[in-house]
C-alpha cells in the first residue's frame, strides 16, 4: 500500500457527468485511466468467457445491446474534455473495461479499449505507456477536485430549489461516496492505495 501511495496514484470514483458517471477515474505518473466495470452473472456449468467480435464483445456468446467498447470510449473522450478545458493541455486518456470473474480473450491488436478482468488491470495500469510530469498530475487531480466541488454545489442548490433536501443530499450522496473497491476484485482493490483522497473532504456540506 505505502508503495502505491510513493507511486503518486489517485483513484476518483463516480465522477458524475450529466446523466451518466465514470465508474473509476486513476490519474497516475503513467497517464489517466477511465474504467467501466461490466458486472454479469456468469453461467452454471461452462467457462465464463468474454471475446471480441466486429468491434464489439461477446458475453457469453451474447452481444449486448449497449457495446462496453464504444461506452467507454465515450466516457474516455468526455474525461479528456474536462481535463483540456480544465487545464488547457490535452491529456491522453486510455478507457478500460473490466469484467470481474469472466476469462477475457486477448484483445485484437487494434483494439484501442483495454478490455481485461481484474487480475491483470493492476499489470496494464502499472505498466501503462502514458507519462504524467508532477505539474501535470497535481494539475488533473486539482481540476477533478474543483469539478466535483462545483457540481456538488449545483446539486445541492438544485435540491434546495426544489425544496427537497432528500434530493440534494441524494445527488451530494452520489458525488462523495467512495464505491466499494471489492467490486474491482481482490487484485485491483490491493491497487488502489489508502492515500486516494476522499470525495467528501473536498465537497462542501
Not at 154 to 168: D, F, K, T, V, Y
Not at 185 to 195: D, H, Q, R, Y
Request: aromatic share 10%; net charge positive.
Amino acid at each position: 500500500m505505502a508503495k502505491f501511495r510513493r507511486d503518486g496514484y489517485e483513484i476518483i470514483h463516480d465522477l458524475p457527468g450529466d446523466g451518466f458517471n465514470v465508474d473509476h477515474l486513476v490519474v497516475g505518473p503513467n497517464g489517466v485511466f477511465v474504467i467501466e466495470t461490466k458486472t454479469y452473472s456468469k453461467p452454471v456449468g461452462r467457462e465464463s468467457r468474454v471475446a471480441f467480435s466486429d468491434g464489439n464483445v461477446l458475453i457469453d456468446g451474447y452481444r449486448p445491446k449497449r457495446n462496453p467498447l464504444n461506452q467507454t470510449r465515450s466516457l474516455a473522450r468526455w474525461v479528456r474534455g474536462l481535463l483540456l478545458d480544465t487545464t488547457g493541455k490535452a491529456i491522453p486518456v486510455q478507457p478500460v473495461v473490466i469484467f470481474p470473474g469472466w476469462f477475457v480473450e486477448p484483445m485484437p491488436r487494434d483494439c484501442d479499449v483495454w478490455v481485461l478482468n481484474e487480475k491483470p488491470a493492476v499489470t496494464f495500469i502499472r505498466n501503462g505507456r502514458g507519462r504524467l510530469d508532477e505539474t501535470t498530475h497535481a494539475q488533473v487531480c486539482g481540476q477533478v477536485r474543483q469539478y466535483l466541488s462545483r457540481q456538488s454545489w449545483i446539486w445541492a442548490e438544485h435540491g434546495r430549489a426544489n425544496q427537497s433536501p432528500c434530493l440534494g443530499n441524494r445527488f451530494l450522496s452520489a458525488a462523495c461516496r467512495l464505491k466499494q473497491v471489492v467490486d474491482l476484485g481482490p487484485a485491483l482493490a490491493s491497487f488502489i492505495p489508502n492515500g486516494s483522497f476522499p470525495l467528501h473532504s473536498c465537497l462542501p456540506v
